[in-house]
């Protein structure tokens, strides 16, 4: 349950959330006003996510979950040590 609850923690830091909240200030910050560019981008966004995750939905149909979770689990570790390393220390 320990390992279970670990993994939750790293996929919720993986910072989706923030880009569906962001995506619009960002799009307003490049110049692209209105609400309909608004609107676009966030379905945008939705609709990357929806076609990101198929491949995934069909592997793990086919395989299972055992498989894969090891290997994802040394992928989001050696990305946050990436992230960590690039990042400055707030000394």
């Known amino acids: 349950m320990t390992f279970f609850c670990f993994l939750f923690c790293l996929t919720e830091w993986s910072g989706i959330n923030a880009l569906l909240y962001y995506g619009p200030t960002l799009v307003h910050s490049i110049g692209l006003r209105g609400d309909t560019v608004t609107l676009l981008v966030s379905g945008g966004i939705g609709v990357v996510q929806f076609l990101a995750v198929l491949p995934a939905i069909v592997c793990i149909d086919r395989l299972g979950k055992k498989p894969w979770t090891p290997f994802f689990l040394i992928f989001v570790i050696e990305f946050w040590s990436i992230i960590r390393q690039e ?5």
Do not use: Y
């Not at 990042?87 to 000394?91: A, E, F, G, K, Q």
């Open 87 to 91: 990042t400055p220390s707030s000394r």
